[in-house]
């Protein structure tokens, strides 16, 4: 179907962001107070311009796809994933309940149906802080997205929460291995958005991008 036609069957109706309006690193930094002195990373503009913060609601997102912090059943459970699956409609559920579960680190793709995103990215991450399955969380996440020709991807905040992942180290595991992802992957991916709701995680990511995304 047509854009026009996709466009009439959101749940969210008329609300959905497009990415035109969402500004990358480069231009949001702009309003973000200086506090980082210094970087171990290189500047590299086209980098910046591959990533943003955007804050408020991840369904609402009309790009490639989002990523659902899912559980081990990817049946749909409480918080984002929730919202997610009740934003989707019924067919999500049905299409997850034919992946028989996902392993915690592991990712994989369904449709959006009821989603302006095109495809719902489903990872699970680990209960507590546990770097390298967090780790996997993204990459996953983002190998699966160059997979399947995907040039655009949100995530939330994985882990955080009822997962108890403290938010500034699992900011950093997820700042970190979408710089490197993009290093080695420059021109794969348009935008990565790191899409924010409480405003303690606004304050990590802002402060954290000025280190590993420096202009």
């Known amino acids: 179907m047509d854009l026009k036609e996709k466009r009439a069957q959101y749940n969210c ?14 231009n949001y930094s702009k309003n973000v107070k200086s506090i980082q002195p210094s970087s ?26 989002i990523v659902n912090a899912a559980n081990n059943t990817l ?14 409609g019924k067919s999500l559920v049905s299409e997850c309940s034919t ?3 996902c392993d915690t680190g592991d990712a994989k793709i369904t449709g959006g ?3 302006p995103a095109k495809y719902v990215i489903h990872t699970v991450g680990p209960v507590g802080e546990k770097p390298d399955l967090l780790k996997d969380c993204y990459y996953n996440s983002l190998n699966l997205a160059k997979e399947n020709g995907l040039k655009s991807i ?20 997820a700042l970190k291995t979408t710089r490197e992802f993009l290093e080695k992957n420059e021109s794969v ?27």
């Open 113 to 115: 149906y009821k989603l």
């Open 13 to 26: 109706t008329d609300k959905y962001v497009s990415l035109e309006d969402i500004p990358a690193w480069t």
């Open 154 to 173: 949100a995530f939330p905040c994985i882990s955080t929460g009822v997962y108890r992942y403290p938010n500034e180290s699992a900011a950093h595991v």
């Open 40 to 65: 171990e990373y290189k500047k590299n503009k086209s980098l910046s311009d591959k990533v943003s913060i955007f804050v408020g609601d991840i369904t609402a997102l009309e790009i490639d796809a």
């Open 189 to 215: 991916m348009d935008r990565v958005i790191f899409c924010l709701f409480l405003p303690v995680d606004v304050q990590i990511y802002e402060s954290l991008m000025q280190n590993y995304f420096p202009l």
């Open 75 to 88: 049946l749909g459970g409480g918080g984002v994933d929730g919202a997610i699956h009740r934003a989707a």
């Open 99 to 101: 992946l028989h579960g």
